[in-house]
Nanobody, 124 residues
């Protein structure tokens, strides 16, 4: 299984970016997926996740109302639409496959495969 994240870049505060995460393999739709991020000098943290069909989504409080996670299982791709970006959103963003689901969508140990990360820089 390989996950390839893309779409990062530099944007001014208030701007938007859309991240993509393309997955290899035929079983992509069998797994929930999520986005995490690591800001400079901080631990990696949960951003958003969605169910296998995409009908359910979960967000960190810090991005709720600004970010939207979605997926297209016909393309084996998950997206993260980021609007109203803030300087504190600056981070490397990682997509992950939730291969060991438990009860905590935000728990990194429930994700077994990760993309390489894509850098988002938001300037004030």
């Amino acid at each position: 299984v390989q996950l390839q994240a893309s779409g990062g870049g530099s944007v001014q505060a208030g701007g938007s970016l859309r991240l993509s995460c393309a997955a290899s393999g035929r079983t992509f739709s069998n797994y929930a997926v999520g986005w995490f991020r690591r800001a400079p000098g901080k631990e990696r943290e949960f951003v958003a996740a969605c169910s296998r069909s995409g009908s359910s989504a979960f967000y960190a409080d810090s991005v709720k109302g600004r970010f939207t996670i979605s997926r297209d299982n016909t393309k084996n791709t998950v997206y993260l639409q980021m609007n109203s970006l803030k300087p504190e959103d600056t981070a490397v963003y990682y997509c992950g496959r939730r291969g060991s689901p438990g009860s905590m969508w935000y728990a990194q140990n429930e994700y077994d495969y990760w993309g390489q990360g894509t850098l988002v820089t938001v300037s004030s």
